[in-house]
Structure formats: structure tokens, C-alpha cells
Nanobody, 115 residues
């Protein structure tokens, strides 16, 4: 059974930085795409960033130039470096990984940006 453990969320002032981590365990085959989503109160979950198995990345327009997604395949871990944070970035952040054809989700980590 694949399990994901997220860490790195917290409270930060606007303009600050946080780094989220998501470590996967139990995957018996290579992990394909790794993604970060977020869900703010009263809003739908949205895709923030994705990194493919080959290292290609893509970002939501709202975070381009501020967030960086990366992965360490040796550790089955995906990271999200978040800089120049804004109050609008406040949300629960979820990691998501695709193993073969199955999606797995982390438990979520709260990010709160104060103005």
C-alpha cells in the first residue's frame, strides 16, 4: 500500500517562504507524475504544480515565478518551494502521485499566509 507523508506547512507572513515535502513509501513500481494541489476554504481543489517522471514541470498561472516543484527519485519525494507568498496562497496543500495508473493522495498540510 502506497502511503504519502507531507510536511512543511505552517504560518508565514506575506512575502515569506515555505518548503513542502511529500515522501512516498510502498510504491512497487516507478512513480510517474507527482503533483501538488491546494484547496482554500469554500473553493474547489486546484492543481498548483506538476513534475513528470522525466522532470518536466508545469504550474498554475497564479504561482508561476514564485513556486518551484522538484522531485528526488531516489527518495520518492516531491517538494514545493514557495516564495513570495501571498494571503491568497492560504490553503490546505495536498500532494498527489501517479503510480502506474493509480493516484494516491497525501493527508494535506495547512499553509496560512498572514497579511
Amino acid at each position: 500500500q502506497v502511503q504519502l507523508v507531507e510536511s512543511g506547512g505552517g504560518l508565514v507572513q506575506a512575502g515569506g517562504s515555505l518548503r513542502l515535502s511529500c515522501a512516498a513509501s510502498g510504491a512497487r513500481t516507478s512513480i510517474n507524475a507527482m503533483r501538488w494541489y491546494r484547496q482554500a476554504p469554500g473553493k474547489q481543489r486546484e492543481l498548483v504544480a506538476v513534475v513528470t517522471a522525466g522532470g518536466n514541470t508545469n504550474y498554475a498561472d497564479s504561482v508561476k515565478g514564485r513556486f518551484t516543484i522538484s522531485r528526488d527519485n531516489a527518495k520518492d519525494t516531491v517538494y514545493l518551494q514557495m516564495n513570495s507568498l501571498k494571503p491568497d496562497d492560504t490553503a490546505v496543500y495536498y500532494c498527489n502521485i501517479l503510480v502506474f495508473t493509480t493516484n494516491y493522495w497525501g493527508q494535506g498540510t495547512q499553509v496560512t499566509v498572514s497579511s
